[in-house]
């Protein structure tokens, strides 16, 4: 069976790699050009591409693991010129997490949400189309239109369903991310003009040269780009736009969202261990990050406790997790990092499943004892000022527990105690992993200042998680005497099962999971499988020809 | 000619981010095309300025930088102008929006 499977996909190999892009590009095409009363279709449609994109994805996850980084010229010119997409662990590993996610969002707005707005199915492909390509690409030009087309769709998601707060969120969030645009193309045009290339690994060749000319042009250049990413992945001082965003974005976006901050993080952590591993330049900017990671963290972590409601604590999550993962980007410890991309997956998984389940909640505290069709964002699901958590209070024992209740008190303990990360949940041994390399870290000497500000602040910011995330349970489960049961269909409890499950299978799986994402820091800080694939991609001649592309003067 | 351009690119940056940074969405859009403009100016003059030169090969000519001008940034600017027109027609859009929902112009949606 196995065989088979790897038999399929050393055959479509490189061919493979541009399909979680093509796919999701022609399924949104086709749901377009359909009716919206046609909704069942699309929905049929949307599922169908994103099964098929959990199953290439986890293709390709098997296959670079065993056979390495593997580079697909799109354009069949050679590499410097024309533009590469590359897949190696970490682009596989974070392209079969979104569209887990992608599966997990999708089924709990086939419930209802999808009905609130139009192209709903069409906008979740392209939000799919434009993550897998930024996870994907080898090419920062390239690398910026895939951030457009994802930022592109996700406007339209975070509107879907419109209503006032949504807009009113919008209007920020769309102004945010394009002046981030900007400074992003600013650092592409600076770095182009300076080395003379856009392609990731051509780049990190020239910049680790014995020495590098216009060095403060580079650094510039560097800088402008990590803010870019900085802003993507909320990072303190700016992220003020993320948490109103994603509380008021229907409940299936919010959910995709939780993968948007990790695309920041993700390139930061592909181009810095790309460009500032060796060479003269090694190290730049390590800091910086280090210090906002941890300043995201931390106040994150009090954004959570001063916030009532579950989807506006599941934002501060999401922060939170971006923080302690530039943190650990910011140590330059191999090992942190490894802990910090194991870490990556079930923070995020958890985060969506937070936002699923904050929209349960939020119907059932609302009374509702039907699912109703089409759902708007009410006023009474603002975040409310000043609750008195006492004066609701009411006996609970000898009453029997509905079973919806106990599977959306289990749901949100399991998602408490992974945001927070308490063992045995994946999110603990990742934590455990970082705080590992930061006590080696000052074992070793040196750096005892840096590694307790790290150790202190993801330990803080667990115990923030936790008191904020308990007092929310308690309010709510505990405390909700006399409220009908609530009214969950199988289209919702499903897909936040499934994350949670993931989150346990994870633990289980947890010695080949911490292998893989130890191995993926490991070949990310040593870089050389990376450049040498994607700069000895060879191009295919074409049919006829005597004489291939590589003749091209260089 | 380097002078003159970088004059302009920097008037159009710090009134593009002054402008943004005005908390009226009229101003905001504006503040923002600004901003793409210089930006679209800048990543269009990174491959240095060349007059009379093409980005296309001729024949009998050898192919460098000293007899053409660099193609790359051209490519570049024309996706970003593209890219930059739709975000700009997307955040009309959401403005208009916002005025009409919540009946004021400002950015946070409520006058303060």
Known sequence: MTGAVSGVVRTAMPHLIVAPVLLPMLCAGVMIVLAEHRRPLKLVLGATSTLVGILISLALVLGVDRGGPVTYLVSNWPVPFGIALAVDRLSATMLLLTWILGGAALLYGSARWHRVGVHFPALFQLQLMGLSGAFLTADIFNLFVFFEILLAASYGLLLHGAGESRVRASVRYVAVNVVASSVFLIGIATIYGVTGTLNMAELAARLSGASVANRHLVDAGATLLAVAFLIKAAAWPLNFWLAPAYRAASPPAAAMFAVLTKVGVYTLVRLWNLMFAGGPLAGFGADGLFVFGLGTALLAGFGMLASHRIAAQASWGVIISAGTLVAALGTREPEALGGALFYLVPSTLASAAAFLLADVVDRWEAGATVVEEAPFLTASLEDEGEVNLDDEAAPLVGRPIPASIALLGFAYMTCALLIAGFPPLPTFLGKAAMLRAAIGLAADGGAGLHAAAFAGVILVCGLLGLVALTRTGIRTFWSGGGRHPPVVRAAEALPVLALLGLCGALTLAAGPAMRLAQTTAASLRDRQEYIEAVRRASVTPPPGSPRGLEDVPR | ?112
């Not at chain 2, 159009?12 to 403009?37: E, K, N």
């Not at chain 2, 050898?62 to 027109?85: E, H, K, M």
């Open chain 2, 1 to 112: 000619m380097e002078v003159v351009l970088a004059i302009a690119i920097g008037v159009l940056t710090s009134s593009g981010v002054w402008l943004v940074l005005r908390p009226r969405t009229f101003q905001l859009v504006i503040g923002l095309s600004l901003l793409s403009y210089a930006v679209n100016l800048f990543v269009f003059s990174i491959g240095g300025l060349a007059i009379d030169k093409e980005p296309i090969l001729i024949e009998g000519v050898t192919p460098n930088l000293d007899n053409y001008t660099d193609p790359v940034p051209q490519a570049l600017v024309l996706t970003a102008i593209v890219i930059g027109f739709a975000m700009t027609a997307l955040l009309l859009v959401v403005t208009l929006a916002s005025r009409g929902i919540t009946g004021t112009d400002h950015v946070d949606g409520a006058e303060p």
